[in-house]
């Protein structure tokens, strides 16, 4: 069974397929345990999510990342909507989504974080290191394969639907992207 840390780590790897890092720098960069990284990358191996090369260099396997990103999580972590805090915009309310989608006056959905400067609607992160992680490594690319994710997780079908085809194609294929 994967646990919320192993999706973490493994979008990470999605995120930054020209990357390869060792288990010590995933958990400073994801806030999240050296013991926890280590077993985490062994649950996504048995699961098939990802493989090692000739150089032990971590790969995702793409078509078993989009089938669990976009069936499986949303069954296993479903998005719940708390109350209003401040936080890091997430979901449809992400930058990603600014030109996509009009939020009309519905409040926003937000990772909550004591230094986001977004007022909105708590949505629990699938891991709770995200916030801060993003705050002190940004990473826009794995901020917005997170906030597809989130927008599958929480959003309405025409949402969901949006993210489920740019998941897609930022997944495919899966090599080194230009910086923006």
């Keep these: 069974m994967l646990k919320p840390q192993d999706y973490v780590i493994l979008l990470k790897y999605l995120a930054n397929p020209e990357q390869s890092w060792s288990q010590r720098d995933l958990s400073q960069m994801l806030n999240i345990g050296l013991s926890e990284v ?17 150089d032990s260099n971590i790969i995702p396997i793409i ?6 990103l976009i069936y499986g999580l949303k069954y296993q972590f479903p998005g719940k909507l708390g109350g209003f805090t401040r936080g890091i915009p997430t979901g ?3 930058p990603l989504f600014k030109d996509k989608i009009a939020m009309g006056n519905d409040p926003v959905s937000i990772w ?29 690319n ?29 997944l495919e294929p899966c090599k080194p992207r230009a910086k923006n």
């Design 38 to 54: 280590n077993a985490g990358i062994k649950r996504l191996s048995e699961a098939q999510l990802i493989r090692k090369d000739r």
């Design 63 to 68: 078509p078993a990342a989009k089938e669990i």
């Design 92 to 94: 449809a309310a992400a």
């Design 112 to 140: 909550p974080y004591a230094r986001g400067e977004v007022q909105g609607v708590a949505l629990d992160p699938i891991h709770p290191s995200i916030p801060k992680s993003l705050h002190d490594y940004p990473d826009e």
């Design 142 to 170: 794995l901020y917005n394969l997170l906030a597809l994710v989130d927008t599958i997780r929480i959003g309405r079908p025409r949402e969901r639907n949006m993210a489920i085809k740019m998941l897609v194609e930022r």
